[in-house]
């Protein structure tokens, strides 16, 4: 009878295995919400932190052998919180959750309530998602508006050689980090009409870039305020120049 019973059971529990593995992997041309653990330092020590993000696959991305470009996306202060929904505001996730399929594996994380962009928990999902899935390190880009903007700066301050390049959109940067910046190429947007401090900054660090060798360019749009980001990423020539971007010397 335990013979029997085994026999009935075993099949059962690897189907159940087989759904569960499929839940945990995204379905090519979906977008889908996901969370990630991962683990941090801080002044007190160690700590764990669980990351919500969209995560959008290309559809083609079960074609063999093929590595793809991952996109990490920042959104602003309005879209902190704990709802998922809210990060398809603005922004690729915005355009994937119209049906815009990208050539690229999309990650579009929420930052909390109350809470700036850390760097190192961005750092370590990115690395976890590439270990994850089948993406191409050289090939590894960061994007963002507002406070996303001003996130885009941090991470690439942070962590200098592991992006091949960065769009900050109207995000405030440190002028003081040129000489760690100066090897990523970096393409700013900012509108005329934004706060004059923000404008003052997107102009700031792109000189400073320049003045340190670095591969910058300034776009200032003259006719708009805050939300330059819309025009931003509806220009199919931003993804072009983002994605001809590879790591130096590899």
């Given at each position: ?6 026999a ?14 499929a ?6 041309g ?12 801080s ?38 919180g ?9 922004g ?32 370590k ?25 001003s996130g ?5 301050t ?19 980090a ?23 900054n997107c ?11 670095g591969?910058?360019?300034l ?22 120049w ?9």
């Amino acid at each position: 009878m335990l013979k029997n019973l085994c026999a009935t059971l075993i099949p059962i529990v690897s189907c159940l295995a087989l759904v569960a593995s499929a839940a945990d992997s995204p379905a090519p041309g979906k977008q889908v919400p996901a969370t990630t653990t991962v683990k941090v330092k801080s002044a007190e020590g160690e700590r764990e932190t669980t990351l919500r993000y969209l995560l959008a696959l290309p559809a083609d991305y079960d074609k063999p052998e093929q590595k793809w470009p991952l996109v990490l996306f920042l959104h602003g202060a309005g879209e902190r919180g704990d709802d998922l929904e809210k990060v398809k505001i603005h922004g690729p996730p915005k355009l994937a959750a119209g049906g815009k399929d990208f050539p690229f594996v999309l990650v579009s994380p929420q930052c909390e309530s109350g809470s700036r962009w850390n760097p190192q928990e961005l750092a370590k999902l990115v690395d976890h998602l590439a270990n994850t899935y089948r993406v191409d390190r050289q090939r590894l880009y960061v994007t963002g508006l507002s406070m996303g903007g001003s996130g885009t700066w941090s991470l690439v301050t942070e962590f200098p050689g592991m992006f091949a390049a960065a769009i900050p959109i109207c995000g405030r940067g440190d002028t003081a980090a040129a000489e760690k910046l100066k090897n990523t190429p970096i393409w700013i947007f900012v509108g005329a009409e934004d706060r004059a401090a923000t404008v003052q900054n997107c102009e700031a660090m792109a000189a400073e870039l320049k003045k340190a060798g670095g591969d910058v360019q300034l776009k200032v749009y003259p006719d708009l305020s805050h939300d330059c980001w819309t025009v931003t990423y509806d220009n199919p020539e931003v993804y072009a120049w983002l994605l001809k971007q590879r790591l130096a010397g590899k």
